[in-house]
């Protein structure tokens, strides 16, 4: 069977990949003892901005029923040092690099892509779920308008594929697809997290330091599925994959998302419990594969029978 993924132009070894802010810049991975890369499509790197950031206070992570908020605030030491001093250190590993990149301006987007166009990152993914500080503070992804102006800029910017992640927290995620798609995505990841918030009743305060955060891990799943399933009801017919994510613990979780119109899969929350899901995961999807009597994840993707 061929495990491998081609995903906006990039090959994949493995329709398997480790979503940004859960796996840092691999530092952790190549410490890991038993990890294997070649279970790994691509891993997305932490998000990135123009500047250094120092991310929200603490407390940042709260663990919830079946799921963990995270507030994290896009920690980072800013683009410039992602490639100049990380990416020479990791751009060997058996694995595809794409950057995450964000901003609080459609200029920084900008400057960050021109940053990592001149990189061996493998493309870019876009978090437009960032404020829009020029705009009053609203998500560039609440809006399609100003979601595809984000699009256009970095299209503009760079030479690689980018992908966009796309929030659940609109009205009309498919509405948000078409916007994206036409202003040039050439992928489309998944969802990204809902927000939410948890309480410390005995201080009567919100847990983590920001007030809320992202909810993300098991509890997000059916939220996920629909999402993907309605973005390939637009970007199935343009030929624009989708990177599924949202919940995914076991292979059998990832198959749904295949079903649903996923090309590829992301883990994230699922690796602080078990950090050699990857592999786990892969051969779980392969023997979905055999159950199917198929041999590549194309001749499924999509075929989830909806009712009449």
């Known amino acids: 069977m061929d495990t491998g993924v081609l995903l906006a132009g990039i090959p994949l070894a493995s329709p398997v990949t480790l979503l940004s802010g859960c796996v840092g810049f691999c530092e952790d991975l190549m410490r890991l003892e038993g990890f294997d890369f070649s279970s790994v499509g691509a891993v997305f790197l932490k998000g990135t901005t123009l500047e250094a950031r120092r991310g929200n206070p603490p407390p940042r992570i709260a663990e919830t029923h079946g799921g963990l908020l995270n507030a994290i605030g896009l920690q980072n030491p800013g683009a410039r040092h992602v490639v100049d001093t990380i990416l020479p250190a990791i751009q060997h590993l058996p694995t595809r690099l794409i950057a995450n990149i964000a901003g609080s301006s459609v200029e920084d987007y900008r400057e960050v892509a021109r940053i990592f166009d001149d990189s061996p ?81 005995e201080n009567r305060r919100p847990v983590l330091g920001n007030g809320q955060g992202g909810l993300s891990g098991p509890a997000i799943k059916p939220i996920a599925l629909l999402a993907v399933w309605r973005i390939h009801q637009v970007a199935g017919p343009k030929g624009i994959p989708i990177i599924g994510q949202g919940g995914i613990i076991t292979g059998r979780d990832a198959m749904e998302f295949i079903l649903a119109g996923a090309s590829a899969v992301g883990l994230g929350t699922s690796l602080f419990r078990n950090p050699l899901a990857s592999s786990e995961v892969l051969s779980e999807m392969m023997t979905w594969l055999r159950h199917y009597e198929a041999d590549h994840f194309d001749q499924i993707r999509g075929t989830l029978a909806w009712p009449e």
């Open 121 to 201: 990152v493998h493309g870019m993914e876009i978090n437009i779920s960032c404020p829009n500080v020029k705009e009053g503070g609203a998500a560039f992804g609440s809006d399609p308008r100003v979601a595809a102006r984000v699009v256009e800029t970095v299209k503009q910017s760079t030479s690689k594929p980018i992908i966009t992640k796309l929030s659940p927290n609109v009205t009309d995620i498919g509405l948000m697809a078409r916007a994206i798609i036409d202003a040039g995505t050439d992928a489309i990841s998944a969802i990204n997290t809902v927000m939410g918030m948890a309480i410390d009743l």
